[in-house]
C-alpha cells in the first residue's frame, strides 16, 4: 500500500551517485534530477547510494544536500532520503526537545510503527545522540503528558495476534468506569494503552463498544480542546485506524491557515513506504478530492514535486 | 570473570546428546553423568546440545530433564540449560506473576544485564509467553513498586560511556533534594533510575558522593525495613557495585535458616558465565570463608555437585 515509484530499470548504485553529484555541482542545482532519483528510491537503494556517495565523494550525501538544498524542500528531501528507523530517531528528538502538547510525531512513532520498528528507531536514536528516546522523553515532557508519553516510547509490546477476550472485557469495563469518573491521567488508563499488544487493545477497544454502545474516543471528547485527551484520542486512533488518522493529519495541516508543512512533510515521508495509498483513499473519500490536488495546491515548486513524486502522482 | 570451566577436548554435540540420553535411561537416573556434561558447557554449547537431542530423538532436552530429576537440583539444571535471555524472561515472568516486595529479579534483570541483553530477555519473554514484560509487570505489580518496576524494565537505556557532568551534578541535587523530604516514590527519582545510562548514573552517585559527604544508599536507609527503600537501594548497587550486591544476596540465602534456594540457585546459573568469580572474590573477603565451603555446608547431594561444578570447584 505505499506510494513509492521504483522503475523498472533502476540505474546501478555507481550511476545515482555521479548523477546527484552532478546535480549539486556546475550552475545551480538541478533539483528535478535530485527528485527523479531520490523520490524513486526504495529505502535499501538509499541506503546503497548514500554509502556510495560517502565513499566516492569523501562526503556525506546528507551533507551535501544540506548544502544545495534550503528550506521545506531540503527538510523534506533529507527526511525522505534517511532510513526510516534514523528517521524516526530524528523526528522524536525533534519533538521531545521543544515539546508542545500538540506533538504528534512521539504518538505516530510510539503506535504506528511495529515494535521491531520501534525498536529499531530506539537504537537509531542511542547511534545518533549518545543518548536514549526515553531519556529524553522524561527529561523534557512534563506533567501528565510525561506520565503518557513515557512509558507510551519504552515499552516493548507484544507483536502476536494471540487475544485474551475476557481481559478485553475486564479492562474495557476499567477504562469506561475512569473515563466516567474523569480520571483521564488514571495509571490504569495508561498502563492499558502503552503496554498491552496492538491486537489486545483492538479486542479491548472492541469490546467497550460492545459494553457501553459507542466507541471510546466519543467518551474521550469532554472537553475539545483539552490536549491530553486529544492526545488520547490519537493514541487510540493510531492503533485502529491509522490511515484515517494520518488523513486527518494531512487535512488540518493542509487546511489551516498557512499550510503546517513539519506535519505535511512528516506523513507523506514517513508512509510514502508504508501506506500512504490507505491515506490516499481516506483522503479522497473525506474530502472528494484527490490528495495530489490538495498538495498541489497548497505548495509550491521544487517542495512541491518532492512532494507530488512521494506521493505517486503520475510524471 | 566466570567460573564455568569447559574441558579442553569437548566431545562432539552428538556424542554430549548420547551420553545424556544414557543418564536418562537404564537403572535410575545418572546425575553425576548429567552435570559432568551440562554444568561443563557455555550457553552456545548447551543450545546446539539441545538442539541436536531434539532432533535426534524428537524430544526437548529440557522435557527429559523434567521427567528425569526432581526438586531443586531439577531448577538449578533447568535454569541453568536455558539460553541466558530465556531464563531471564523465565525468572522475570515467575516473579512478575508471584510478585512480592522482597523480589529481586526483575531488578537484577534490568539493572546487571546490558541494554542489548535486557532486550533479549524481552524478545524472549514474546516468544515464550505470548505476552510482554511490561504488560505482565504493569498488570501484577502495585503501588509504588508499579511506577518504579514498569519504567525499570521498560526502558532501553543508552549504552555509550559518554557522561554529562553538569547533568549528573544537577540531578544528584534533585535526588538529594527529594530523599531529604522523603519523597522517595517521586516522579524525579524514578525517571533518573530508570532511563540514565549507567555511566550516567555512575557520575551522578560520585557527584552525590561529593556533594553531600556520603553515598546516597546511606541517605536511603530511613527505615531498614522499608522493602521500597531497598528496592531503591537495590537497584543503585546493581550499577555501582554488582559483585558485591550478589555476595550480599548469597550471603542472605546461605544464612538465613533453611536456605532459600531460589535465590542462591539464581545467582549461580545466571553469573556463572559473567563475573561469578568476582562474587566469590567478594565472599571470600567479607566472610573470611571460601564461597564453595559455604555453599557445600548449606547444600546436600546433587543439588550440591551443581551448584559446586557451576561455581568452577575442582572435581
Known sequence: MATLTVPAGVPPVAEDCEQLRKA?????????????????RDAAQRRAIRAAYAETYGEELLRA???EIHGKFERAVIQ????????????????????HAGGRALVEIACTRTPAQL?????AYHDRFKRSLEEDVAAHVTGDFRKLLVPLV???????????????HSEAKILQAKIHDKAYGDEEIIRILTTRSKAQLLATFNSYND??????NKDLKEDPKDEYLATLRAIIRCFTCPDRYFEKIIRLAIGSIGTDENSLTRIITTRAEVDLKL??????????VPLEKAVSKDTTRDYEDMLLALLGAEY
Not at 525498536?119 to 537504537?123: D, G, P, S, T, Y
Not at 519504552?154 to 478485553?168: F, K, W
Open 24 to 40: 549539486f555541482t556546475g550552475w545551480g542545482t538541478n533539483e528535478k534530477l535530485i527528485i527523479d532519483i531520490l523520490a524513486h
Open 119 to 123: 525498536w529499531a528507531a530506539k537504537q
Open 211 to 216: 459494553q457501553f454502545s459507542h466507541p471510546i
Open 65 to 67: 544536500l544540506n548544502d
Open 80 to 99: 525522505w532520503t534517511l532510513d526510516p528507523a534514523e528517521r524516526d530517531a530524528v523526528l522524536a528528538s525533534e519533538e521531545a526537545k521543544k515539546w
Open 279 to 288: 491515506i490516499k483513499e481516506a483522503y479522497q473519500k473525506r474530502n472528494s
Open 154 to 168: 519504552s515499552a516493548y509490546r507484544y507483536d502476536g495476534p494471540e487475544v485474551n477476550t475476557s481481559l478485553a
